[in-house]
């Protein structure tokens, strides 16, 4: 199953995941990647937003207005949706319009590869410039060697002392769990996750692994007004 958080207010950019890209609202580009994939269920707090997905004929929950983060609002949709212990549960971000769907299926594979972890969860990254890697919007993280995550960090990690060539990583905001391992993430508590901003670190300060993907991707967040009017430019170009 894979869920896509849909939160009416955004700070930066409100009413987002309804802002429409060639005449579509951008939560069903969204959904209709995740429907190439598997059974999508799109979770919000918004009564037009579940209007829209029923007009394109996606299913949808209404979930709390409360939520601080979107893996709570996946949790609180698994619950309604009735998900075993053993259900995968895919967290793909509702402002992602041009995410591959391929991207979907190797998350969805790596779950089923490691399902026997007393911990199950997954997620990606790609590689990305020094340049890049000196922006604090983009989340970098470092690997061991077994491709599990040791650290996510809006800083430029590792720290390149001798400034010698080195490759860097950036996350890509997906995560993939088992229905036990995200009732489990929803439940940690940590308390680095509060200084960077970044809730997976909770999962790292528990001691639990995440085990990471790395993918190619043409993909972008949006969530400034810049931001939507490249994807539209974008998505323009591609027809």
């Known amino acids: 199953m894979i869920i896509i958080p849909a939160r009416l207010s955004s700070s930066r ?22 429907s190439q994939v598997d059974d999508v ?24 207005d409360k939520h601080q983060s979107g893996s709570d609002r996946i949790k609180e949709a698994a619950d309604i949706l009735g998900l075993k212990d053993d259900d995968l549960v895919i967290n793909m971000q ?14 969805k594979n790596k779950l089923l590869e490691i399902k026997k972890r007393d911990f199950v969860m997954v997620s990606c990254y790609k590689e990305i410039s020094e340049i890049q890697a000196e922006d604090p919007n983009l989340v970098k993280v470092i690997l061991d060697k077994n491709g599990d995550a040791i650290y996510f960090s809006r800083s430029k990690i590792p720290y390149n002392r001798d400034n010698t060539p080195h490759q860097y990583f950036g996350h890509i905001g997906i995560y993939g769990f088992d229905k036990k391992s995200l009732d489990m993430f929803v439940k940690m508590q940590g308390e680095i996750e509060h200084i960077e901003k970044l809730e997976q ?23 400034t007004k810049d931001d939507l009017e490249k994807a539209r430019a974008y998505a323009k170009s591609r027809n």
């Open 13 to 34: 950019l409100p009413n987002k995941v309804l802002a429409e890209i060639e005449n579509k609202p951008m939560i069903i580009w969204c959904a209709q990647v995740a």
């Open 41 to 64: 269920c799109i979770a919000t707090d918004s009564q037009e937003v579940i209007e829209v997905a029923k007009k394109y004929g996606f299913n949808a929950v209404m979930t709390s």
């Open 94 to 107: 509702g402002d992602e319009p041009f995410l591959e769907p391929e991207i979907l299926n190797e998350v």
């Open 201 to 223: 670190l909770r999962v790292i300060e528990n001691g639990k692994k995440i085990a990471m993907i790395k993918v190619k991707t043409q993909s972008f967040g949006i969530d």
